[in-house]
């Protein structure tokens, strides 16, 4: 082992105050109810406890008082860091305290005092407890990836709690007894206990380290791979193995071996695949296996599906693990005898597969089963190994089981007869990294406390305490950083140790009770604690007092290293006392000394150290108190951290670290200076390590050092000799301390031997054996590049000049003239008032190593910037590395957009950046710390300025760094922003909206809501009620759509007032009007039966208005969880006028229909659950707490139940409210519930749903089964569940099923008699839901020969055989039906049709369309329905979809020609009559115009609307003509219906106002023909019209349409209890048709809706080529799979696009999220409500092109412009002569930049156009005391003149995308006036002063007068620092440019030059 290396002179540091420790837990536990309870217990007399509770309770009370006298406590404390605001952080501690069956966990920094934040109480005692991040897997397929969820883990001694900060709780009972648990990267690790009785029976070795990846996860055995080139994988099981420790970060594990004493040091990672397999393949280590536990033979099993792998174990089924559950069990049978769980084993399935998805949802408590540990537990019972016999049998109160143990003398060949059982796979692997040595002598210890350390050059250490070392592994990362190397090991004797986090050092407690620092294995120094004094300071201070100290230091020697030299023990004597003054304790000075100000009652010592965090740590004294106390910093000064972190990455690491101790001494010495001191005590320091004697340097002995309170401790440390010098002396006279209180000692003489400022140090010489002398020229260009990096950054940029005295030293000792100019060109009166000579001789300096990087010209990144704008070849800019982030960051930025290339950032980084080589290497590129890509060609964007804009977000960069770089800099940078800002990508990341200013794109991204609402997600939008609605609130509750008035409403329809004309004709809660005109010749009586009459037609009408009305109300509403859903009332009471008389049906005047309003009830509470949207907070407890009470409402309840289905929220019901409902037989309630989880879970196979439904469908239960009474209805609603749940499965049993059901003949006996026809249907429908779309390539279904089949259904002839299944049921016929052997086609035909058209459906095959065909004979025509026609017409134009157009000629060309000359002609075929030709014609244009409608669903198709509504209207004139119509009212009804459905289809959700208005037309019919079910079909297309408030349509997708298929069959109802033919239920399912559609644009300033215009691409399709149409939104956009691109369109708002054609999921949930799209109104624009044509636009009528007008811009105008805070602010003071004090040309100048900056959209800008008023107007005042103004200045006027000359070609064959005029950021008038100022003050200048120019070119000198403007005028012209001594005089003007021409200055300047004399 090797020693310490370094180790610093005796020094001492002083600790910060002292604080008293008590975990605050403590101080809880003793006020929490359960301490109060024990107190209870204890007090109570031993009689009553013997007569209560018996003899153990008294027992029990006396085991009680003797453990919890003195109550086993712990605690661990950690660094906590929480975010407290976005530029606030706050830091803290957290504690974790344990204390019997109580954890504590609390919160407590600085500024606050501590909190309790969780507390948690268990049943049993608490063995430990601590903190573990477990990884919350995204998804199944990848759960190594995902979030962190941070838990408290609480282990007791059967199970194991885990509780995690969001809520969730989860208890995992434990397989066997656990010693200990250990937090890792991958979540616990459980190390078993050695004393389990199972080792003891059977002494088999076991795995002993276990791994749990998440609390829902069973536990897995650890495997290992040990060291030694073995590649052999094994489970962990070795007895002698202890874990010590477990990190992180990095994932590594102490451990050690009991049996050999030594450590090791191992990886953990997760297992792979290859060792998986392997250790499951190879079981060769027989001594992991129990003796029979195994066998070769064992039954494939399946495997553990847990998500915590990086892989699924299922890939390896059929492997038999050597080791499975029932090999372990570690407790006793008293722990788990009880559990259901070990009894039926293979019964209970696994909790680990549902693992996956319990993790998705937040449990109140999870519990998993008990499978997982039973499988640990089972074997053992049945082994023998725990009973009195081996071969003992089952044991009874386990029951029979098949396992029978093994006597001891069984062989291996004996085989057992196992259960199936789950294999264990394991889901960690550990590494063997390192090995400790074994040494001589006794085995040593367990180490008793480690952890890892880093030094200050950021060298890793591994510190494990052994008795009384302390044991330093050092370890790096190897080059591929997949592994940890460990390297060597050094000792250091300490009896404690702690680390200390956040200065890089440890804190290491001696043997004498003495602290010292260590930073690694470097010892820093002592540590003094003001108020402790240690037992080594106790005695030297009496021995100091007696004269005996010398006899009293020479036993420390353990104080030292043990190889340290003899010549250092003197040292050792320097460091007892804290002041480097012996004066004694009695002295008068010191009476307040901190001695006396805290006492001890005895001479304490510190014997321990815990709880160390960050600096601080905690101490315990002899005496059993505890103290925290802090270690200070290194630094605190950002400029030195940098300087610090310079040095340690230049210099050679030991080097490095001398030079950093020695400051850590410096800095923190007792009673050194404060902070702000600290970069004067650095120069100091760097100065003297440098070989300087700062006393002789006149600049460094005027540094500011604050006077301390002893001049003694100001500055100077413990010296070697305690007798003091004449040194001291002269220091003391000359300090600051003694200048600044001279005159209170009177007059003293200047210290002879102190030099004052005006005389040179002539005769003193640099120290050449300094330390650091060597190094001088590489410390002085990093800090050079230091220096540089400053210059960009505003807010350190003061801290520049700070260094600048010290630049400017070293280089004039380094004869660095161009170096000492350029810091006098940046700060000329600065650096001319330095006066300081150089103090290196020649000689000295060759002694230096000069490193290669340090040339002549010094790197000036200004200059750099200036090369790269005017085009010239720019070398590459040195870079310190992690250092200096802001010079990578900007030159990279200049590579990229103003060099132009792309690869700048990557592949073509050192063109522009040199790494300096340093002493120590980190990495071999440059590279941000922050994660992201580096390259720009991984950045996706298409131009140099998006390119630049995304790597500048991937690299942290933000809009807050950007203001903090100098404009000139900058502008480069905004010029890109604002070119991104103008045209964005929708789907940059929120980072890169914020940094390019586009608020509405970062709210799109961050998926905010405009505002807050309780109950409606439409007030999101509709902030405030419409103000047209007069009726009163309690009505608009009634009505169930109170939410629809808002302002996107208002927007969509602003013209008129439609919404609330559909609003008032789907209400249903008031009573309705009966106008009955009472003649004379009617009694009283016959009057008011006839009222009644009315009204029942009137009630039919109303009872239809819920399916219109959920359609209208859909997904509008937010339900409040403590409040039941509103469901309005179903009024059928009516009034007369003229007196309002009530009229009612319950007075028995007339006959009413029994169970009339059963199922208007039903659709009643389907449209009160539609309105709820999908995203809002519904579960299980609030669906069954809207359960009524009353009987009379549970119909109402049984379509809630459906809608909830049909909006998804149906899921969340529990399971046994599921069974709960279905028992109670409620027909309705079935109904509702069985579509409503049916359509929930919609394509899924659910199996659950399925064994749900099969129970309500005879054929699909067994032919032995007990056959149960299931209404007609609920079987009908079963089997379309069944082609819900397998919607476009092709599932061939359900299909086969399905197709034999569309036959079911009648019985048997008297089953199945009535309404058939609706099961037919549904059976059709099902089927053609479960092949939907899959056409001829249905798998596996050849030999049912579906179409063929359901051609016969449709056709007729003679049945089929039944399936076997079905042929015995329906062996009895049926005793009411006679049909023979013939299908009835009545009954089969329409399914049969349907299921054909879903089968084939877009498959354009023409084959089965001909089928479909109307007939085209008048002999096949009279054998078929006119209703059929309109079926098989439907059914032929969707199966050739790409057929159907939107053409009045194609919907008559589906008319067979034989009807239409008959129609048209004059005589008719004699054995047909008109009538039926008439009805064939009108059903087959009506089954055309619906297969129209289904196509263009949703489209607002203009060519669609206006061939449906001319057919609507031909069908309105000949159902109003006067003549009877030869058709039939009835069908004339039923064929408008379905046109009116097909218009609503179309124009879904638009609102159109014709088809509104033949909706309201139909709505007044209520006589004749007009029935229940037309009302239904009429306000059906008023709801699909007006559908979601226009927010939703339709889609025309297969499901869509198949569910638009169900929901609209053309025939309705013809009373409310109707269901014969379609069950009324299923027209509720055209919700599985929608989806939202509905873009609102919404003002990002304003939060409200508004209009913006919208271009929208489509894409080419074979109708139409690419094509882009302009929208007004709010608009319903058309599907989004036609659609290429959205764009808002300008000029009002700012232009942003969608790119569908890339992805579409982006808009698909802008649409989910209310559509709500974030627009910004462009300043000096109005809204489109308030100026719909533009001409009240203030941008247009008081700003012009032209400059003229703006400075009459007034600046009370600037608030219509922009609602920044900041700019009217400035508009306000600066713009305005509120004090009368400012002149009339600067308020001028002030409004015509913010004017400018308003009206351009640059607000940004303003700063920028200050900063170059200021720096030219400074410049003509000669006020400018450094340059920096005028660099900025100079670099704005070149980017300008770059772009209007196209100066600069790009280099890297970039393209110069991102060029331009920069006019767009800054006004052209404008930069003429500043640059022409800047030019006249230049050339006025150089006419005075032309010699003072002239003698800096030839010699160099600079004039005392104007070495201010001097430099102005060189930084301005460019001039490089090269005087022209040696240019002679010149005759001529070539020979003038040729001694020029090095310059490289343009001829203009040259010209001025031959001026100068």
Known sequence: MSEVVFEEPATMISAGDLQSFVPFGRDHCRHHPTAFNLQLRLLQPASELWALEGAASLVGSLQEVSLHEKLQESWQLRHGCVVGGPDEEAEFEEELYTAGNTVVWTHGSRAEASSVYKAFTVDTPVQQALWCDFTVPQSKNNACSGGSEQTVCILESSCLNVHSVTGKDFISPLPFQVSHLWATAFGLLLERKNSDPLHSSTGESLPTVFSMRHPLDEVAPVVWRPAGGSDRVQYVSDRSLRLVFSSAKPSILLCFDTMQGLHSVW???????????????????????????????????????????????????????????????????????????????????????????????????????????SRLYESFHGQGSRGPSPGRGPSPSRGPSPIRGPSPNSTSNDTLLLPEMEPIFPDLCMDQLWAEPPGPGPHSPMASKVFLTTDFCQNNFLCFLVESQLRCVKFIQSNDLSRLIFTSVTTIPATDAAPLQSINAMLVLEANSSLVLYTGTTRVSKVFVAGLLSPSFIRSGHAHRSGHAHQVNMPLTSASTPAAPANRLPRLDQVVMPSPLPEPRGSTHNQGSWLEDYSFPQSPAVTALRDAVSNRVTLEVNNGTMFRVSIPEICTSTLVRKCLQAIRFILPKDTAMKVLVKWYNTYNAPGGPSAHAEWNQFVTCLLSLLGYNTEHLGWTRNLCVEVPLSPVIAAKKARPSDGGSDEDWEYLLGSQYHRQHQSAFGPTEPPPLVATETEAPTTVCVDSSAPLFSFLPSLF???????????????????????????????????????????????????????????????????????????????????????????????????????????????????????????????????????????QKTSTEPSSQRPGPSGADQLGGSSLAEKLILWLSSSGFTLKDLETVPFGVALPIREAIYRCREQPYSDWSEEVCLLIGRQDLTKQAHKMSLANSKTSVGSVVSLEPSSSSSSTEADEEEDGMSDISGEVSGLIWSQDQRVEEVRRLLQSSRPVRVRVQQLPEVSDHDFIEEKENKLLQLCQRTMSLPVGRGLFSLFSYQPVPTQPLPVPKLNLTGRAPPRSTMVDLSSGNIDVPANMTAWASFHNGVAAGLKIAPASQVDSAWIAYNKPKSPELANEYAGFLMALGLNGHLTKLATLNIHDYLTKGHEMTSIGLLLGVSSAKLGTMDMSITRLLSIHIPALLPPTSTELDVPHNVQVAAVLGIGLVYQGTGHRHNAEVL???????????????????????????????????????????????????????????????????SRDRHKS?????????????????????????????????????????????????????????????????????????????????????????????????????????????????????????????????????KCLYSCCRSFMNTLCASTPAVTGQYNLQTCLSMVLLALSMVMCGSGDLKVLQVCRFLHKRTGGEMNYGFHMAHHMALGMLFMGRGRLSLNTSNSAIAALLCALYPHYPAHSTDNRYHLQALRHLVVLAVQPRLLVPVDVDTLKPCYALLDLTYKESPWYEETTVEVMAPALLPELHLLKQVKVKGPRYWELSIDLSKDKQHLRSILSRDGVLYVKLRAGRLPYKEDP?????????????????????????????????????????????????????????????????????????????????????????????????????????????????????????????GAGPYSILLSSEFLSVIHSMADITMETWLRDNRCVLGSYLRKGEVSATQNSMLACYLVYRALPSMPLASVEERARVGNMLMSFAPLGLPFRELLRLAQVS
Not at 300 to 311: A, M, N, V
Not at 315 to 330: D, E, F, K, N
Not at 1345 to 1359: I, S, T
Request: charged share 15%; net charge negative; with cysteine.
């Open 1299 to 1365: 197709l034999a059901e569309i036959g079911r003949p009648p019985g048997p006996e008297m089953e199945y008699c009535t309404d058939r026809e609706s099961y037919s249907l549904a059976a059709g429908l099902a089927l053609g839901m479960v092949c939907l779309g899959h056409g001829s390539s249905l798998v596996g279904m050849t030999d049912l020969n579906v179409p063929e089949q359901l051609y016969q259904y449709m056709v007729g002839g003679h049945r089929r055989a039944a399936p076997g299944c």
């Open 1373 to 1505: 016929p049926s005793y009411q039906i006679k049909e023979g052997d013939s299908i009835n086609v009545d009954v089969t035909s329409p399914g049969a049709t349907l299921a054909l058209a879903m089968i084939y459906l877009k498959t354009n095959n023409r084959s089965i369309a001909d089928w479909l065909k109307a007939p085209d004979t008048m002999f096949l025509l009279d054998f078929i329905k006119p209703e059929f026609l309109l079926l098989r017409s439907l059914a032929r134009c969707i199966i050739m979809w790409d057929e159907i157009l939107p053409d009045a000629d194609w919907v008559r060309g589906n008319v067979p020609q034989i009807i239409t000359d008959n129609i048209e002609g004059t005589g008719v075929a004699e054995d047909l009559t008109l009538e039926t030709m008439s009805q064939a014609h009108d059903y087959i244009i009506a089954g055309a115009c619906l297969a129209v409608g289904f196509r263009f669903a949703g489209s607002c198709s203009a060519e669609a609307f």
């Open 267 to 373: 990886a953990l990672r997760p297992v792979t695949r290859q060792e998986l397999v392997a250790v499951v393949r190879c079981p060769s280590d027989q001594s992991l296996l129990a003796p029979g536990f195994l066998s070769s033979h064992l039954p494939s099993t399946s495997p553990l599906d847990s998500p915590s792998g990086p892989f699924t174990p299922s890939s390896v089924a059929g492997i038999s693990s050597p080791l499975h559950y029932t090999a372990l069990r570690g407790h006793h049978s008293r722990i788990m005898t009880s559990s259901p769980g070990a009894h039926s084993r293979v019964q209970s399935p696994s909790i680990s597969n549902m693992a996956a998805l319990s993790r998705s949802h937040t449990p109140g408590m999870a519990a998993p089963s008990f499978s997982g540990t």
């Open 781 to 919: 260009h990093v800090l050079h590049l230091i220096y540089q990096d400053l210059q960009l950054d505003n807010l350190q940029r003061s801290t520049a000049l700070t260094l600048l005295p010290l630049l400017h030293q070293l280089a004039r000792d380094l004869r660095l003239d161009q170096y000492i100019d350029l810091y006098w060109r940046d700060y000329p009166e600065f650096i001319s008032n330095l006066k300081e000579s150089c103090l290196i001789d020649q000689a000295l300096i060759g002694q230096m190593v000069r490193p290669y990087y340090l040339k002549a010209e010094p790197p000036s990144v200004f200059g750099w910037f200036s090369s790269c704008l005017w085009g010239e070849e720019v070398p590459p800019f040195p870079l310190l590395p992690g250092i200096c982030e802001r010079t990578r960051l900007l030159v990279l930025s200049y590579a990229l957009y103003i060099v132009g290339d792309v690869e700048a950032t990557s592949s073509h980084l050192p063109k522009y950046l040199t790494r300096l080589s340093a002493g």
């Open 1733 to 1857: 044509q533009g001409w009240k636009s203030l941008l247009s009528s008081k700003v012009n092109q032209h400059s003229s007008k703006l400075q009459a811009f007034k600046p009370e105008d600037i608030s219509n412009f922009t609602s920044d805070a900041a700019l009217l602010s400035f508009s306000e003071l600066f713009c305005k002569d509120s004090t009368g004090t400012r002149q009339v040309e600067e308020m001028r100048w002030f409004s015509s930049m913010l004017t400018e900056c308003v009206t351009q959209e640059t607000p940004e800008m303003l700063p920028t156009y200050i900063a170059l008023e200021q720096a030219v107007r400074s410049l003509q005042s000669g006020s400018l005391g450094h340059t920096f103004p005028l660099w900025q200045v100079r670099l704005v006027l070149e980017q300008v003149g770059r772009a209007l000359h196209g100066g600069g070609a790009p280099q890297g064959g970039g393209a110069q995308q």
